[in-house]
């Protein structure tokens, strides 16, 4: 565990050639930059364990080649983003431990590739998509 502290700053987006950013296990503060939609090379994104606030960026649609999303335990609010349901590639969803609202989204359903979800411990409400039912990747779901 480091103890970076700040926010993250909006130069990362040269890093084109990145493919796995790491964060995790800080104290960093702020929101999730619409400028991480722009490293379309990333397999990896990682920002558990810090004290992030806002929404989960929508511009994450643009991330293509994500495998693995880890945004556990933060501070993160508003929805998850129904437009995460076309990262295709997704193999682990960690939102657990935030104050996400709202409903699970249907189009989670169509993440086909998906191993391991995790959205427990926030504030969703509603029911389990049937869409789920497609999920046949799917070895660990925690709601």
Known sequence: KNKLVGTLPDTLVSLTSLELLNFGNNNLTGTLPDIL???????????GKNMLTGPVPD??????????????EN???GTVPE???????????????????GTVPEAL??????VEMHLNNNILTGTIPDMFKYLTSLKSLSL
Request: net charge positive; aromatic share 8%; glycine share 6%.
């Open 37 to 47: 939609g722009s490293l379309t090379r990333l397999k990896i994104l990682s920002f």
């Open 59 to 72: 511009s994450l649609v643009f991330l293509t080649s994500l495998k693995k999303l880890h945004f556990d």
């Open 75 to 77: 501070k993160l609010n």
């Open 83 to 101: 437009a995460f349901g076309s990262l295709t590639s997704l193999e682990i969803l960690n939102l657990s431990k935030n104050t996400l609202n």
């Open 109 to 114: 359903g169509s993440l086909s590739s998906l």
